[in-house]
């Protein structure tokens, strides 16, 4: 038999075999079990860093940056300085559209703060003068603290970011882009888990970068969404300025060791500071933390403000004084002694004598008059009348008659007038005095019910009146007017009033109903030296209270006015239109 034809049969033989034994009873159907994914222990040489202590870094680097040096800022005007004398790395964290359309600091290198921790080698040396800045100082307070506990030792944030260096009216450049950084040596990290864990933060921004706005906010407020508000300020700042309505104070120094006072972890926070940079660093920890619903408000509480919100805690003395100005009825709430002495011929009325004692026993004064001097008077309301009542308020010129007119209207008091020229103008007059010496004591009631904050600030400003309670003699301006360094006169009377008495050469006039929308015309520095006019030193007394409690320190009022001047014979530029 052929030998190839006998080997395939016994290959056939042994596969037919082998299928048999392969056809027995069906292998029953098994339910698959879930295998566990095993994770293999670490080597000792690999045991997995232990996550950062976020609580303790934050307190640490607040430490680092205390409030007398700005808690790490430096002012647009002192980083100009610098760049003058000596550059710091400029370093600019905005993104690039921003710096297309808004311009950049000459010098500046672009680092987008999404992408800052992935280009640590573009920057300086760990011990080299960093400043970075951004449109606000949010994302600048989030890159000074990420580079601070990267062991950058010098690094600062620009206060207010490019639009505070461009209120101050610096130099920006515009139309081209800023040079590429360039890459140098990584830097040491000493902690790679921290490292890695501010990596993912920064890279992880989202477009609001965690932040909202004044306007925005007001917005939900308003809406009725409720958020845990954190004033991270210090105290006196609070008291100072006022703050927003239902906010928890914990100044940015105490707050990560007083983490119990906060709402849970998934509670809406808003963080605010004065411009957004330490509200940005007490919020970038706070996110870390795990409070994933933690804003900070862009702008800050000074965004707020300028934003006319709602503040609470203190007296927008600003808006007040303007609106009040602006609403001066007809004769700016005086009245000439004819008409007085005709009305209390009538009737009689609640005359207020504003003069210390000492004058009317030199004197004397008008029949029925009570006397209160000017810095008691507030402390003194119980022995006013009624708040509608009317009260008629003197002194020797109208000076501090104004002063007095003003804080009761402030105060509630509907129908209060100031006698124009005062007890001088009684007498030009001719008109009744009694005989020198000290009427009845007032009697005292019940006093009325106030804004006691309102209250505080105008017994505050009446109660510190120095001597010459802050009026200037004709003679005295004359001869500052012949000085190197002129005060500033401004002239509150109407046009009509000018064309008939002249100005006094220099001076600017902004009639006082106009003052507070045309405040860009007068000097900015709050310590320089303005004097006010009027007519009589009535409404002139008005706005140097005024400018005095929106922070002028060296407003003083023309004693008796246009008046005095006159008299005085001192010259004077005539008017035609």
């Not at 190839?4 to 048999?20: C, G, R």
């Not at 969404?225 to 954190?230: A, D």
């Not at 000492?358 to 000017?374: D, H, K, S, W």
Request: overall charge negative; charged content about 20%; hydrophobic content about 45%.
């Amino acid at each position: 038999m052929n030998k190839k034809f006998t080997f395939s049969v016994i290959l056939l033989v042994l596969i037919s075999v082998l299928l048999s034994a392969c056809a027995g009873a069906a292998t029953p159907a098994v339910e698959p079990t879930a295998v566990p994914t095993v994770v293999p222990a670490a080597s000792p040489t690999e045991a997995l860093a232990p996550a950062p202590d976020v609580t303790a870094l934050w307190a640490a680097l607040i430490k680092e940056i205390p409030s007398d040096i700005g808690y790490g800022t430096i002012t647009a005007v002192k980083l100009n300085e610098e760049l003058v004398e000596k550059a710091p790395f400029l370093l600019d964290v905005r993104e690039a559209d921003e710096l297309e359309s808004a311009g950049y600091i000459e010098g500046a290198v672009n680092i987008p703060v999404s992408t800052l921790f992935d280009n640590l080698d573009k920057l300086p040396a760990q011990d080299q003068p960093i400043v970075v800045y951004c449109g606000s100082g949010h994302r600048g307070g989030y890159s000074l603290a990420g580079l601070k506990l990267m062991g950058y030792t010098n690094v600062r944030n620009l206060a207010g970011g490019i639009g505070a260096w461009k209120k101050a009216e610096l130099p920006i450049v515009t139309g081209t882009a800023p040079a590429a950084p360039v890459a140098g040596a990584a830097p040491v990290i000493a902690d790679q888990a921290l490292f890695e864990e501010l990596q993912s933060f920064f890279a992880d921004l989202p477009e609001n970068y965690y932040a909202t706005n004044a306007e925005a906010l007001n917005t939900d407020l308003a809406d009725g969404k409720e958020y845990f508000l954190l004033d991270v300020r210090r105290a006196e700042e609070v008291t100072k300025t006022g703050y927003l309505a239902g906010s928890v104070n914990i100044p940015l120094e105490e707050l990560y060791a007083n983490l119990d006072k906060l709402p849970a972890t998934d509670t809406p926070i808003v963080v605010y500071c004065v411009s957004g940079h330490r509200a940005s660093i007490a919020q970038m920890g706070l996110r870390l933390l795990g409070y994933e619903y933690a804003l900070n408000l862009g702008g800050g509480f000074n965004g707020w403000k300028a934003g006319g919100y709602a503040i609470e805690g203190i007296v927008d003395w600003g808006k007040v004084w303007g609106e009040y100005l602006a609403a001066l009825p007809e004769g700016f709430s005086s009245i000439g002694a004819a008409d007085l002495n005709a009305l209390l011929a009538d009737k009689p009325l609640f005359i207020l004598d504003v003069r210390e004692a000492a004058e009317l026993q030199e004197g004397g004064y008008i029949a029925g008059a009570v006397n209160i001097p000017i810095r008691e008077v507030l402390a003194n309301l119980d022995k006013l009348p009624a708040q509608d009542q009317p009260i008629v308020i003197y002194c020797v010129s109208g000076h501090r008659g104004a002063l007095v007119t003003s804080a009761l209207n402030h105060l509630g008091y509907t129908d209060v007038r100031n006698l124009g020229g005062g007890i001088n103008a009684w007498k030009k007059a001719e008109l009744p005095l009694e005989a020198p010496g000290l009427p009845t004591a007032p009697a005292a009631g019940t006093g009325p019910v106030v804004d006691p904050l309102v209250f505080e600030g105008l017994n505050a400003f009446l109660h510190g009146l120095p001597d010459g309670y802050l009026t200037i003699k004709a003679p005295d301006l004359n001869a500052a007017l012949a000085e190197a360094e002129k005060p500033f006169v401004l002239d509150v009377r109407e046009a009509g009033e000018l064309q008939t008495d002249g100005m006094i050469e220099g001076a600017v006039n902004i009639p006082v109903r106009e003052l507070w929308t045309r405040l860009a015309e007068i000097p900015q520095d709050k310590a320089a030296k303005i004097v006010v006019m009027c007519k009589s030193g009535h409404r002139g007394a008005m706005v140097m209270m005024a400018l005095r409690m929106n922070g002028y320190t060296e407003v003083t009022n023309l004693a008796g006015g246009m008046g005095a001047w006159l008299a005085a014979q001192f010259p004077v530029v005539q008017v035609t239109q």
